[in-house]
């Protein structure tokens, strides 16, 4: 609305938005306290706040409103529902419907206008007296001397009662959270991905989870302890930490809301701080820690391994990562790099025992590497040497098991030969010392479907789901590089250096591929059936289908006249037609 609206006559609202206001409010039922909070607010100056959301605008005054508001709401048409019964008594379901009213307010008007901040005003009145009616809930009071033994099962000393309110108590906590700009961050993580925009998602997540399914558990009775529900909550986050870059707001989202979980289950005593092991003191940790097979024991090999590595001229490769950069010299690198860390920051948790289990050191390894990744060029030296060492590690680990352990675990093994294969490929260069993948910095980063932009899978992306041991399967891999390589094809001429790269990848991946998996020996699989056989035939048959496109003929006649007028062509060296024809850039490649 604007702020004249509160004037405005109502006559041309929906009939069914009118309600008798003389009637008495029943003031039993914590339903209705929300609703008289919210009703009956009045500012110091004895304003009453609600009256400009009692009934909808007027369709004829105000059109625009229905055309902007998908689901119009009035105070008036909230209280049909409560004599109706239809919240059954769910606060949850009530805060949503007024939610949705304030929402519609603050979408239709100026943030600046007195009608949407009187709006947000009666948004957080609403809110406050939810919590405080949440928080009666969760007193517990001894049931009447004669209470039978039916309602003694309804009791609020009931043990799955009083899990299902606390568990909603924790639920509540995040759903109800509102940031600086008065905004719940929540509504991302109500719903699971859908499957049609992002059919990647449910590859990476194996155990996807939303706020919808988790209240489901909850009002159904579906968790027997708090534990439980803490769980699925820290597995909502930690899937989309999993699937979104780090840094995005998605991301930093997860971890703000998964902090105020934290803070209200230890509010209600359901989380306490662990001591850490740190807090023995270096010298002073378990011997069983720091002698040989012990945690530290393994620690400082792969810590000296990745410093004292040389490569074959003779360098020393970690030295540029035992300190982070000058803040003076690179104060962009801080504005990028959003997680800083160095070697020998790493070195002094090894000295304080703070590492808890191998795999957080070399989390913060692949961390210190990542970040040269992120913020230097492909081409540089740096990041070259981020990408051996990387590997270097892996590798590290794996041996370190085999050799105290006496046999590698298969995962590690697997995932290592993964590894191994995919950087292979990412790091693979031409006779120049050219990296064949820069070439795809041309390529779009997102795809549209229907109408929407949607992020294309990228060799990156790859790379950091190989880094996190995110792919368990080489059929899966393969299918991933396939996707992304072809899809490089697709949206390239065929005579352009993308083209090109992009084939000269896909060989050296099925020879890396062969050789790291010993063509099913070592690593059994269906992948093999895929040979450079099949690679050629495909690129000839797009090559063909793009040859036969008239509008990416038209497009050739162009780009001639302008190299006739002078102009330089913008990649490749082969003449030959190229197109745009998307058709098989998502095809599976294993049989």
């Known amino acids: 609305f604007s702020t004249t609206l509160v004037n405005l006559q ?4 929906d009939s069914d938005d009118e309600d008798d206001e003389e009637e008495i409010i029943p003031s039993k039922g914590p339903l209705w306290e929300v609703y008289s909070a919210v009703r009956n607010f009045t500012t110091p100056a004895g304003v009453e706040l609600a009256e400009a959301f009692l009934s909808l605008p007027s369709r004829r005054e105000l059109p625009d409103y229905y055309q902007t508001i998908a689901e119009p709401i009035s105070l008036n048409q909230i209280k049909r529902r409560l004599k109706g019964g239809e919240y059954r008594g769910s606060l949850q379901l009530l805060a949503k419907d007024m939610d949705k009213m304030f929402e519609n307010c603050k979408e239709y008007n100026r943030p600046d206008s007195k009608l949407c901040k009187d709006g947000m005003k009666l948004q957080r009145v609403m809110r406050a007296k939810v919590e405080e009616l949440e928080g009666e809930d969760m007193e517990v009071t001894p049931p009447p001397l004669n209470t039978s033994s039916d309602d003694l099962k309804k009791s609020p000393r009931d043990p799955k009662e009083q899990i299902r309110k606390r568990c909603k108590a924790l639920y509540n906590s995040i759903f109800n959270y509102t940031n600086s700009d008065n905004e719940r961050p929540i509504g991302v993580f109500m719903e699971k991905p859908d499957r049609k925009l992002y059919p990647d998602y449910y590859d990476i997540i194996t155990d ?5 399914t988790i209240n489901d558990k909850i009002m159904t009775g579906g968790y027997r302890s708090e534990e439980e529900m803490l769980t699925d909550c820290r597995i909502m986050f930690a899937n989309c930490r999993l699937y979104n870059e780090e840094g995005s707001v998605i991301y930093d989202t997860a971890n703000v809301l998964e902090r105020v979980l934290t803070a209200k289950g230890k509010e209600m005593g359901l989380i306490t701080e662990k001591v850490k092991k740190s807090a023995v003191g270096g010298a002073g940790a378990p011997q069983q820690q720091r002698g040989r097979g012990g945690l530290m024991y393994r620690i400082k090999i792969l810590y000296d391994t990745l410093k004292d590595y040389r490569d074959a001229k ?3 490769l970690s030295l540029i990562f035992l300190k982070l950069p000058s803040k003076h010299e690179y104060p962009d690198y801080y504005d990028i790099i959003k997680r800083p860390i160095d070697m020998e920051k790493i070195s002094g948790k090894i000295r304080n025992s703070t590492y808890e289990c191998l795999e957080d050191a070399v989390a913060d390894f692949t961390l210190v590497f990542d970040n040269a990744c992120k913020y230097n060029e492909p081409d540089s030296q740096i990041y070259k040497d981020a990408q051996t060492l990387q590997r270097l590690a892996h590798q590290t680990v794996r041996n370190i098991a085999e050799d105290i352990d006496g046999s ?3 995962k590690t093994v697997v995932q290592d030969l993964l590894s191994n294969i995919y950087h292979t490929v990412f790091t693979a260069q031409d006779g120049e010392e050219r990296c064949l993948v820069d070439s795809f910095a041309e390529l779009p980063e997102h795809d549209e ?5 949607i992020r294309a899978l990228s060799l990156e992306i790859i790379k950091r789901r190989i880094d996190r041991g995110l792919y368990k399967r080489l059929d899966y891999l393969q299918r991933d590089v396939f996707i992304v390589l072809g899809r490089a094809r697709s949206l390239s001429r065929v005579d352009s250096q993308v083209w090109e790269d992009s084939i000269e990848l896909q060989k050296i991946f099925i020879q890396a591929r ?5 063509k099913g020996a070592r ?4 992948v093999y059936e895929y040979t450079a056989d099949n690679l050629t035939a495909e690129v000839e048959a797009l090559r063909a289908s793009k040859a036969a496109d008239p509008q990416q003929q038209a497009e050739d006649d162009e780009d001639s006249k302008l190299n006739e007028s002078g102009a330089k062509d913008w990649s490749g060296s082969v003449a030959a037609g190229g197109g745009a024809d998307s058709s098989d850039s998502s095809e599976y490649h294993v049989n």
């Open 408 to 410: 590698a675990d298969a």
């Open 208 to 212: 996807p989870m939303d706020m919808k």
């Open 314 to 316: 003779g360098r020393q």
């Open 449 to 453: 479907v229907n109408g929407k932009k």
């Open 523 to 526: 690593l059994l699989s269906k």
């Open 10 to 13: 109502y006559e041309d609202s």
């Open 514 to 518: 062969d050789q790291y998996g010993e």
